[in-house]
């Protein structure tokens, strides 16, 4: 069975939602980008813009127009079955609770074209949890996109025991029209490869710098020079957002990751120290 996938709908135009449909749009697909109303949609446009810089000054071959020429071909709606309703490709990037994601999935069943793959970005949710909201278990998995989609471009591919091996490959041939580097993921697996390996890492770094043990700044320069990583954990989180860590402990019932929390909180979080989306988290930027 071949599939063809050109017109591509991203549901959601937060921070990497609207990156995946840039980069979408950048490489020559028709895309359309969602979201719930139109003041959120009209966020999205303001968070395309500024990536047509990053494109046109970071990408290769992003001048010359092409940056401007990606963004404007994309179609921002806040009317979802207008977003779906010819749509080769959804990809859902929504906000990260179970039970939003399935009522989507539950519209989306109704919407969209019976040939519509569904894939998921969600970085904690095993797809699995949500198959059975699709109406189309066989032609619907995940496809996690990593933030900073042009310089950090794995596209992991993971799939449910229900999953079309034919859709399957066709999401990793996306994948790499799309200037990806996919990973296929062969059976579903909590943070997938690159969270599997990151989070121990800056749960790590987080406590010894909570810890006081020592500064992140030396953690940094300690991983750095081990490794030869140009970049260490704690300048990773300040790409992520203090935000999404700070939640992530927060909601954890161990002890160590509640006192990361507040420490976060205390020292970062309530200081408006975000990471770089700020101009400050753990570096000035």
């Avoid at 446009?45 to 990053?54: F, G, P």
């Avoid at 494109?55 to 709606?77: F, M, N």
């Amino acid at each position: 069975m071949s599939i063809d996938i050109r017109k591509v709908t991203v549901l959601g135009t937060g921070v990497l939602g609207s990156q995946i449909a840039f980069q979408t749009a950048f490489h020559g697909f028709e895309v359309t980008a969602y979201d719930i109303s139109d003041e959120a949609v009209n966020t999205g446009r303001e968070r395309l813009d500024k990536l047509t810089a990053v494109y046109r000054e970071q990408v290769p071959g992003g001048g010359d127009g092409k940056a401007e020429a990606a963004a404007a071909s994309i179609t921002l709606t806040s009317d979802l079955a207008q977003a779906v309703s010819d749509a080769d490709l959804v990809i859902e990037a929504v906000p990260e609770v179970l039970s939003i994601k399935q009522e989507t999935y539950e519209k989306l069943a109704k919407l969209a074209p019976e040939r519509t793959i569904f894939a998921t970005n969600s970085s904690t949710l095993l797809p699995s949890a949500m198959k059975d909201f699709t109406g189309r278990p066989d032609k619907f998995l995940a496809l996690h996109f990593a933030n900073q989609v042009w310089h950090f471009n794995t596209g992991e591919v993971m799939g449910t025991t229900d999953t079309d091996p034919a859709v399957f490959q066709a999401v990793v041939d996306f994948a790499a029209a799309i200037g990806m580097v996919p990973i296929e993921i062969h059976k579903e697996k909590a943070g997938y490869v690159l969270n599997s390996l990151l989070v121990p890492l800056l749960n790590a770094a987080m406590a010894l710098a909570e810890g006081g043990y020592a500064s992140p700044e030396d953690v940094d320069k300690t991983w750095s020079i081990g490794t030869g990583a140009p970049a260490g954990p704690f300048r990773i989180l300040d790409i992520i957002g203090l935000t999404t860590p700070y939640n992530i402990a927060s909601n954890s019932d161990d002890e160590t990751s509640q006192r990361i929390a507040e420490w976060l909180k205390t020292n970062y979080i309530d200081k408006g120290k975000l990471g770089i989306a700020t101009g400050e988290g753990f570096y000035k930027y």
